[in-house]
T-cell receptor, first 117, second 117 residues
Framework: AQTVTQSQPEMSVQEAETVTLSCTYDTSESNYYLFWYKQPPSRQMILVIRQEAYKQQNATENRFSVNFQKAAKSFSLKISDSQLGDTAMYFCAFMNPAVTSYDKVIFGPGTSLSVIP | GAVVSQHPSRVICKSGTSVKIECRSLDFQATTMFWYRQFPKQSLMLMATSNEGSKATYEQGVEKDKFLINHASLTLSTLTVTSAHPEDSSFYIC?????????????FGPGTRLTVL
């Protein structure tokens, strides 16, 4: 069974600094998707970034980028120039479309990020 | 972008009553919707996968008769908590898979906070 681990329950970063959130996963599949979702205090889940496993190039979205290490099954999120609005829970997530036709997403336990003014 | 709504956003009910939560995809058709439960400061726990025109697929440990799911159309899925008890109090979130987007795209509703007295 696939599992997703986030080893940092809580993190903090100074405004304008850079922070990296860690995520590891376990799977025997070769084709899958990885995601980072953000859940601010409003509790609305927001997709931050996605990565297809077959792509070697790391995904980027403005200030957000990932370091995808397929062999190590690692998928970390780097937030550059942190802003107060980045304060949220961040969930790493995994999906293997081959396991089920319904594209079930497996979430990690989350990392609570606080951006300090 | 794809928008998913949930109604109601908050509901308080008496123990023993039933509560219905609606999940709608507003600007796209969703053949598959997902229902999650989230406890405070915890990750999302998948309860069931809702498929348009067919029976829902429940995760292990989720009571089918207690959490009734109906996916009557390509834009609407409902979750009914029957004979609610205080332990059912939680935050319930739905997501919808876009038919037009790639298989890796799920859009989340804003959630429903259920409190059972």
């Amino acid at each position: 069974a696939q599992t997703v681990t986030q080893s940092q329950p809580e993190m903090s970063v100074q405004e304008a600094e850079t922070v990296t959130l860690s995520c590891t996963y376990d799977t025997s599949e070769s084709n899958y998707y990885l995601f980072w979702y953000k859940q601010p205090p409003s509790r609305q889940m927001i997709l931050v970034i996605r990565q297809e496993a077959y792509k070697q190039q790391n995904a980027t979205e403005n200030r957000f980028s990932v370091n995808f290490q397929k062999a190590a099954k690692s998928f970390s999120l780097k937030i550059s120039d942190s802003q107060l609005g980045d304060t949220a829970m961040y969930f790493c997530a995994f999906m293997n479309p081959a396991v089920t036709s319904y594209d079930k997403v497996i979430f990690g336990p989350g990392t609570s990020l606080s951006v300090i003014p | 972008g794809a928008v998913v709504s949930q109604h109601p956003s908050r509901v308080i009910c008496k123990s023993g009553t039933s509560v219905k939560i609606e999940c709608r995809s507003l600007d796209f058709q969703a053949t598959t919707m997902f229902w999650y439960r989230q406890f405070p400061k915890q990750s999302l726990m998948l309860m069931a996968t809702s498929n348009e025109g067919s029976k829902a697929t429940y995760e292990q440990g989720v009571e089918k008769d207690k959490f009734l799911i109906n996916h009557a159309s390509l834009t609407l899925s409902t979750l009914t908590v029957t004979s609610a008890h205080p332990e059912d109090s939680s935050f319930y979130i739905c997501s919808a898979r876009s038919r037009l987007a790639g298989a890796d795209t799920q859009y989340f509703g804003p959630g429903t906070r259920l409190t059972v007295l």
